[in-house]
């Protein structure tokens, strides 16, 4: 384990769990890697002052024609966003976004920020009472806003929540992956689908690439509770810019590095390299928190008694003045070659769970694409899988989505019934949480 730990500066952990034995001619080294910060009230090296003056929030709330049906939504998203502005510190910059075909300002405007207070809340909450539903769904041109206006703000954690309920119908699939690889880097964002009218894939995915959460509010009187929660846990965020840096030596091929609690997120892809070596992999922002991260790698074959550092990660962040970023934790991932058959086959408790968990995430995805396009044989199948590994894992929450698609009759085995039929928010919350997963039971 190496800790990074000074008076001011946020203190990360990093631990690694793996099985490091491997037999004669073995070539693959898996590892988790465990990172915890207990938030020191800083941002790249930068004390931060607690008021909320290094954060900028902005809030884009579908105003689409569909919001109007029922009207409980409308009343839902001006309620939840009234929540969410009560949320904010004093001193954090916000703004909030009308969304439909365009996006449109509606506090404070004329492409400023806003600074949080008793005043500016009062007068954010005024300006939510002209919110109307009208015209379509254009979510890039809701997120290509929200990054202008955070780009105005000198702050090291900005963030942004978008609400929608429908489809996004007036811009090209093209037109949003553009826009949110424009804006991935630069903030994050967590999004939610109100109702049941939304795609899954469209709402996950933007909190993927903006490294968010994503949820469904099937209920709109629920979004209050939610946006509440979202707005605490932005405000609780401390550290901005972390990137988990995996240096390898001369031979080492990286297989993948996925996040793997609290949620499955696969990071391969998104590698930015660093010579000599080196490569960062984005983790967003931080508070007090744990997550943990599945790192495969392989390595050359070796002799037995020969071992090696397969791979150093570290936890690293950006210096504000642009000189040499600043390390917050480190830890090392071994190999070590041997003809003790116990050693080498043994199956490193957090590496077999994480890759269950991981599994079931797609199993599950897997399961509902096949029961949409009505393959009943497999989808029973996958799902029974899904019900197999949840229940092996402690998953209950996962579980218990699972069993209002399917009527489980014997979980260790994994024998499921399709339900004839199932409530569309059902399956559209298993959807949506399938990538939740549970941590290793100690």
């Known amino acids: 384990m190496a800790n990074f730990s000074k008076s001011n500066v946020p203190q990360f952990s990093v631990d690694v769990y793996q099985n490091e034995f491997l037999p004669e001619g073995g070539r693959e080294v898996n590892a988790i890697v465990t990172v915890t910060s207990t938030g020191g009230g800083t941002s790249g090296g930068a004390a931060l002052s607690g008021t909320g003056a290094d954060a900028a929030v902005v809030i884009m709330v579908d105003c689409s ?56 809340r009062g007068q954010a909450k005024d300006a939510l009472r002209r919110l109307s539903a009208g015209g379509g769904t254009a979510i890039g041109t809701w997120l290509a806003l929200a990054d202008r206006l955070l780009a105005s703000a000198e702050v090291p954690i900005r963030h942004g929540i978008l609400l929608t309920d429908g ?93 793997v609690a609290p949620t499955v997120e696969d990071l391969t892809s998104r590698r930015t390299e660093v010579p000599p070596r080196a490569g960062d992999y984005p983790t967003g922002s931080w508070g007090d928190e744990s997550r943990d991260y599945h790192v495969c790698v392989r390595v050359p074959q070796a002799q037995i008694g020969q071992e090696m550092l397969a791979a150093r990660v570290s936890l690293i962040v950006p210096d ?74 402690g998953n209950e929450d996962t579980a218990k989505l699972l069993s209002k698609v399917v009527d489980v009759v014997d979980a260790a085995t994994g024998t499921v019934r399709l339900k004839a039929k199932v409530a569309e928010a059902d399956e559209m919350t298993l959807e949506t949480r399938s990538t939740k997963t549970v941590r290793v039971k100690k």
């Open 65 to 120: 024609g569909s919001m109007d049906y029922p009207p409980t939504k409308m009343r839902g998203a001006r309620d939840a966003t009234a929540a969410a502005i009560d949320a904010l510190r004093d001193g954090t910059s916000f703004a909030v976004i009308a969304g439909t075909h365009v996006a449109q300002e509606v506090f404070p405007g004329n492409g400023r920020l806003a600074v949080a207070g008793p005043a500016t």
């Open 167 to 259: 489809r996004n119908e007036h811009e090209t699939p093209e037109d949003l992956r553009s826009a949110l690889d424009a804006c991935a880097g630069r903030f994050t964002c967590d999004a939610r689908g109100v109702g049941t009218d939304w795609e899954v894939k469209e709402v996950t995915g933007i909190a993927s690439a903006l490294l968010g959460t994503a949820d469904i509010v099937a209920d709109p009187t629920g979004l209050s509770a939610d946006f509440t929660t979202m707005m605490e846990n932005a405000m609780g965020k401390e550290v901005a810019d972390v990137a988990l840096r995996l240096w390898t030596p001369v031979g080492v091929e990286i297989s993948f590095v996925k996040q």
């Open 320 to 393: 504000p003045a642009g000189g040499t970023p600043q390390t917050l934790g480190q830890g090392l991932v071994r190999a070590v070659w041997t003809d003790d058959m116990a050693m080498s086959t043994s199956i490193n408790p957090q590496v077999a769970h994480y890759t269950g968990q991981a599994e079931l995430a797609q199993v599950i995805q897997q399961g509902l694409d096949a029961r949409k396009s009505g393959d009943h044989d497999g989808a029973t199948a996958k799902l029974g899988r899904a019900v197999q590994l949840a229940a092996a894992s």
